[in-house]
């Protein structure tokens, strides 16, 4: 089997869209035959499925011969359990560049990476090749996942140089780590983006069919990932009433997940060079009011060749820590850098190669920003504290018919409970995924909880000045009504 050179985008095989029961794996070859993968969670069974191929001709992509592109979608897959693989044309097997095994999403701790702006690919810096660093520090800590802020490849997002400077840097990884990327300004540059969707099989769930790979989402863990186009579908959005702004909306009510982590290349409160650019003043006047109506956390972005940590924002004001959204800025993964500038809303910030390792424990959060060397250059550790609703058409508590003895009790807030859970007994407790609720001082009945809302019920009966409070693992809100 003739596999393909650095002319292709993708000779080796590399994962996609990796979930808690599904996975793709795609590759490419010179030869056309019939494709397939062999995958196996124990050794013993094993399971195949065949891929689809598609004919990639110089005249679309530009290079010096065609290429066969094959994709191959696993489902049925078991949660958080290894598997290995091996990917096969007309029999023959097309070796992969790195470990030819991955994990499917799955409950408890994780780690996953954010880098952006990288695919400069110029290896003449030899050791102060900076993307190949990074991708070094990724190919020795295996995340869960790799995050890509956008900018994938540089001048311009061409099939040749999605081959040269992201395949060729990061196939090893990718191999076994699954990629999630979004498109920057210059994976734009080229036809509206259209190398960067061909060598990417992102989630497509729910997504306009005419707008899927350029933004969608999924989870991992107790974490929503929503990723967002913030050229040509915000574009689309601001001025000509596309639906990526009302998906988003809707996307983002209708998770229960604790952690609601949302990426796009343009940066809404970033400081440099770029921080007057459209896109990014679009974001914080279209998006960010969606973000912070649906208790979004954590913002990623790039474009900024620098790091950024922003302070805790709300409502374009800078909060008490914990209580709102926090913007990093990831986009020294291979670029030239860019100064950072004096802001109120930036924390800190460093012109400095680097990438992110984000550590999910339950309800905490640590995002460490790591020097292409290995050396850390800061840290945060997010706790979300509860909240209530602040939206005036929603009441924060309710009790139905009222308070009362056996009345339901709903909340409304944010980071409520570190996961949802329900319960269906005859006798309910008063502690569930970590919360408890008291009114009026004492503990209430709990039937269901989620990141937004608490369903109890009252086991006796109060009036007066009625105070309901709400403890987390990360602290306690509490109102009268």
Known sequence: MEQLGEITPARYPYMQSVQTDRATIMWATLDDGAGSVQYTADGINFGSVTAKSRLFSPLETGLTAAYYQYEANLTGLSPGTPYSYQCLV?????????????????????NFFVLGDSGVGDSSFGDKDHQFLIGRQMLLERPALVIHAGDVVYPQGTYETYGLNYFNYYYASMASVPFFPTPGNHDYEVQNAVAYLAVHSVPTATVPAADRGRYYSFDWGNVHFVSLDSNLSLERAVNFGGPMLKWLDNDLRSTR?????????????????????????????????????????????GHEHSYQRSQSIRKSSIAAPNTAT????SGGGGAFLYPVFDSPFVATGRSMHHYLRVEVRGTRMTAHSIRFDGVEIDSVTLAPQPAFTDDPNTKPVSFQPGPTAGAVVRIVGRALASEEAYVCAEVLPTELSGTSVTISGRPSSLLYVSGSQIYGQLPFTVSGNITVRVTTPNGFVEISV
Do not use: C, K, M
């Not at 007309?90 to 994780?110: D, L, N, Y």
């Not at 926090?326 to 800025?329: A, E, F, G, K, S």
């Open 90 to 110: 007309g029999g023959v097997p097309v070796s992969a560049g790195g470990e030819s095994i991955f994990q499917t999403a799955g409950p408890g701790p994780f």
């Open 257 to 301: 997940q604790f952690w609601r982590v949302v990426y796009f290349h343009h940066p809404p409160y970033a400081a440099g060079p770029n921080q007057n650019d459209i896109h990014s003043l679009w974001i914080r006047q279209y998006a960010v009011p969606i973000f912070e109506a649906n208790g979004v956390q954590v913002v990623l972005s």
């Open 326 to 329: 926090t913007y990093l800025v």
